[in-house]
């Protein structure tokens, strides 16, 4: 059975930091195209940052500059350090494994900018 599962948010103040962690337990950790999207109360969810099998990246617009996605593949664990956080960045941030037969969802962990 596969299960991503996100660590790291929590309550932070502006301008402070957080890294994210999405631990996968799915054979082939290293041809998956894997991201982090998130959902902010009565949004849409959005795409945020992804990392390809071959390591090339992309971010939302709105965090470029602030977030860095990586992943170890030894470890089968990705991850998003943020920087710089704004209280519009409070969401559920989702951790996703995709490739072309599977599509995977972490339950999300709540990350909250706030003074």
């Known amino acids: 059975q596969v299960q991503l599962v996100e660590s790291g948010g929590g309550l932070v103040q502006p301008g402070g930091s957080l890294r994210l962690s999405c631990a996968a337990s799915?054979?082939?950790?290293?041809?998956?195209?894997m991201g982090w999207y998130r959902q902010a109360p009565g949004k849409e969810r959005e795409l945020v940052a992804r990392i390809f099998s071959t390591g090339s990246t992309n971010y939302a617009d709105s965090v470029k500059g602030r977030f860095t996605i990586s992943r170890d593949n030894a470890k089968n664990t990705m991850y998003l350090q943020m920087n710089s956080l704004k209280p519009e960045d409070t969401a559920v941030y989702y951790c996703?494994?995709?490739?072309?037969?599977?599509?995977?969802w972490g339950r999300g962990t709540q990350v909250t900018v706030s003074s």
């Open positions: 996703n494994a995709w490739s072309w037969t599977s599509d995977y």
């Open positions: 799915v054979s082939r950790f290293s041809g998956y195209a």
